[in-house]
Nanobody
Framework: QVQLVESGGGLVQAGGSLRLSCTASERTFSNYGMDWFRQAPGKEREFVAAITWSGGSTYYADSVKGRFTISRDNAKNTAYLQMNSLKPEDTAVYYC??????????????????WGKGTLVTVSS
């Protein structure tokens, strides 16, 4: 059982930046591809970004492309989401998730094996 803990959320003004972290309890963190999803109030959970086990491939939702960057440090069992040029519509609970698909990017919630509990990001206008 892999436990994922997100941190780094908070309140930021539009145009600002935040970096989210997701730390895994599993020593074999590199066995998993990692994704970030988000869920705004009243909306379905949506894909944000994904990274393969080595960090060699990444993929982004169109809504965040060019503004967000996903990365990982396997030595620290941690994945990151750097969020720049934040907009009010980025306000949501952000979740990290792990998939057993190491080399193929997966963007669906059903493709995730483990989830964190989420961290709230609020962007004020």
């Amino acid at each position: 059982q892999v436990q994922l803990v997100e941190s780094g959320g908070g309140l930021v003004q539009a145009g600002g930046s935040l970096r989210l972290s997701c730390t895994a309890s599993e020593r074999t963190f590199s066995n998993y591809g990692m994704d970030w999803f988000r869920q705004a109030p009243g909306k379905e959970r949506e894909f944000v970004a994904a990274i393969t086990w080595s960090g060699g491939s990444t993929y982004y939702a169109d809504s965040v492309k060019g503004r967000f960057t996903i990365s990982r440090d396997n030595a620290k069992n941690t994945a990151y989401l750097q969020m720049n040029s934040l907009k009010p519509e980025d306000t949501a609970v952000y979740y990290c998730a792990a998939t057993t698909s190491r080399r193929t990017i997966i963007t669906t919630t059903s493709g995730m094996a483990y989830w964190g509990k989420g961290t709230l990001v609020t962007v004020s206008s």
